[in-house]
């Protein structure tokens, strides 16, 4: 089984710029579709991006044109660059992986990590 990694969370106030990673323990290049997704305490998961094998990338609508997702398959990295942090974009974030269409229904990854921890403060 895979085990996924997420590391770069911390608190930051409203405009700032966060850059979260993912370490994988497997070749991210078996898998065809590789993201991120969001919880925030009391509310749904929230899907926030994916990126399939080929390079292939799609965002939410809330997040588009401020968070940029990238995969290094050399280092098993997996990256969410954040920039325009609002307070609404504080939850939990977990790296996931998935096969099939990407990204997947619902944003539902077959496997994902522990999450880090993302606080925005206005």
């Known amino acids: 089984q895979v085990q996924l990694e997420a590391s770069g969370g911390g608190s930051v106030q409203a405009g700032g710029s966060l850059t979260l990673s993912c370490a994988a323990s497997?070749?991210?290049?078996?898998?065809?579709?590789m993201g991120w997704f969001r919880q925030a305490p009391g509310k749904e998961r929230e899907g926030v991006a994916a990126?399939?094998?080929?390079?292939?990338?799609s965002y939410v609508h809330s997040v588009k044109g401020r968070f940029t997702i990238s995969k290094d398959n050399v280092k098993n990295l997996l990256n969410l660059q954040m920039n325009s942090l609002k307070p609404e974009d504080t939850a939990m974030y977990y790296c996931?992986?998935?096969?099939?269409?990407?990204?997947?229904?619902?944003?539902?990854?077959?496997?994902w990590g522990q999450g880090t921890q993302v606080t925005v403060s206005s």
């Open positions: 497997a070749y991210l290049y078996s898998w065809y579709c």
């Open positions: 996931a992986l998935g096969g099939g269409q990407c990204p997947p229904e619902n944003y539902d990854f077959n496997v």
């Open positions: 990126i399939d094998r080929d390079g292939s990338t």
